[in-house]
């Protein structure tokens, strides 16, 4: 999934946590931490394979065709 799509569905999730009338404050604020978490540990991830995949580009171009079957391309 694209960054921005998956990015949008988070805030939309936010958004609609937020309004919901059935939740605490404190649920509220404890699912968009969790949110707010789960967004930079994606961003963290999303950064080391990129990381990962340009190391071994440098070791050779032949790895590519590898990094694309497993889905890194």
């Known amino acids: 999934m694209p960054h921005h799509k998956h990015?949008?569905?988070?805030?939309?999730?936010?958004?609609?946590?937020?309004?919901?009338?059935?939740?605490?404050?404190e649920?509220?604020?404890?699912?968009?931490?969790?949110i707010e978490e789960w967004y930079l540990e994606d961003q963290a991830d999303?950064?080391?394979?990129?990381?990962?995949?340009?190391k071994l580009l440098d070791i050779s171009a032949k790895i590519e065709p590898l990094l694309a079957e497993v889905g890194l391309i």
Do not use: C, D, G, Y
Not at 7 to 25: D, F, G, N, V, Y
Not at 27 to 34: G, M
Not at 46 to 54: A, H, L, N, P, R
């Open 46 to 54: 999303k950064e080391f394979w990129k990381m990962v995949k340009q």
């Open 7 to 25: 990015h949008e569905r988070l805030e939309t999730l936010k958004q609609k946590i937020l309004a919901h009338p059935e939740l605490s404050e």
């Open 27 to 34: 649920e509220k604020s404890n699912a968009i931490k969790h």
